[in-house]
């Protein structure tokens, strides 16, 4: 697995992936970089280098959306719900019931907030953009201030976050 360090506006990044597509993209954790796993390879190439690239033209709003290869490793369930997670389009948001609807189970509210918070592709697998049905913003791996830093760049209106789909 080859992995890099991108330094965004959220913090440094840690992005990793391999010959299928990109695997994860860590924030980091007080403040520091994650570091890579055992054996990884530091190399921005192939899928890696592209993300580089399609992340820094995101974070300076010449982005909407990502054309990355991909290699999200999780259950059928998480990977339904990521599938879905990527149809959200930029600069808006939904709520953890109407994915949970999106994936044809409307009674898993949780079950969709555990799989949002398994993604290892965020940013790229927008996790960001579910938000409770209220309008509050929930829990986010890298931290809430990232998550409305996040969608303050895509335009969502900060603090008072639309959700469609109620």
């Given at each position: 697995?080859?992995?890099?360090?991108?330094?965004?506006?959220?913090?440094?990044?840690?992005?990793?992936?391999?010959?299928?597509?990109?695997?994860?993209?860590?924030?980091?954790?007080?403040?520091?970089?994650?570091?890579?796993?055992?054996?990884?390879?530091?190399?921005q190439s192939g899928a890696v280098?592209?993300?580089?690239?399609?992340?820094?033209?995101?974070?300076?709003?010449?982005?909407?959306?990502?054309?990355?290869?991909?290699?999200?490793?999780?259950?059928?369930?998480?990977?339904?719900?990521?599938?879905?997670?990527?149809?959200?389009?930029?600069?808006?948001?939904?709520?953890y019931g109407e994915l949970a609807?999106?994936?044809?189970?409307?009674?898993?509210?949780?079950?969709?907030?555990?799989?949002?918070?398994?993604?290892?592709?965020?940013?790229?697998?927008?996790?960001?953009?579910?938000?409770?049905?209220?309008?509050?913003?929930?829990?986010?791996?890298?931290?809430?201030?990232?998550?409305?830093?996040?969608?303050?760049?895509?335009?969502?209106?900060?603090?008072?976050?639309?959700?469609?789909?109620?």
């Amino acid at each position: 697995m080859n992995y890099c360090y991108f330094d965004s506006p959220v913090g440094p990044l840690l992005i990793a992936g391999d010959q299928e597509g990109v695997r994860c993209i860590c924030f980091p954790k007080s403040g520091k970089p994650v570091k890579p796993e055992r054996g990884w390879i530091e190399a921005q190439s192939g899928a890696v280098a592209e993300a580089v690239k399609q992340l820094r033209e995101y974070f300076a709003g010449r982005r909407t959306e990502f054309d990355l290869p991909l290699a999200p490793h999780g259950t059928k369930f998480q990977l339904a719900v990521w599938g879905e997670l990527q149809k959200i389009p930029y600069g808006q948001t939904i709520s953890y019931g109407e994915l949970a609807r999106r994936v044809g189970n409307p009674k898993a509210s949780r079950a969709v907030g555990t799989a949002n918070g398994a993604n290892q592709i965020p940013i790229v697998i927008p996790c960001h953009r579910v938000i409770a049905a209220g309008g509050k913003l929930g829990g986010f791996g890298g931290g809430l201030p990232v998550k409305e830093a996040l969608l303050a760049l895509e335009n969502a209106s900060a603090g008072n976050w639309s959700v469609a789909g109620r």
